[in-house]
């Protein structure tokens, strides 16, 4: 038998302020330019990714995304520097703990392998 290792890390403060949902969530508004489409791409209702982005612009102090509103060119949202520095942080982070995790897990089951 083959066993893997899974993991799941978030940021907190008394609750949960930021994990790979809401990188996901970002990470996409970046790269299409709005809110609605991110969302939409995971299957996810534009409220829930705009009550979920005002959560955690409320809990981090910061604002993650500017908001142009329609008009002849229509509208979108945008990372602000603070979003995309969290978002490139948050990443490396995790790449580094899922590293470092893994030599963690053959260290210790590594006799568990067959």
Known sequence: ?????????????????????????LEKVDRMGSLRQAAADMKMSYRQAWDLVKMLEDNLGFALLERQTGGSCGGGSYLT??????????????????????????????????
């Not at 899974?6 to 609750?15: C, N, R």
């Not at 603070?82 to 006799?111: C, H, I, M, P, T």
Request: aromatic share 16%; with cysteine.
């Open 1 to 25: 038998m083959s066993y893997k290792l899974h993991s799941k890390i978030w940021l907190e403060d008394g609750g949960k302020v930021f994990g790979d949902g809401p990188c996901e969530l």
């Open 81 to 114: 520097e603070a979003g995309r520095d969290l978002v490139l942080r948050y990443k490396n982070f995790r790449k580094e703990a899922s590293s470092n995790l893994e030599q963690l897990f053959y260290k210790y089951f590594n006799d568990l392998q067959r």
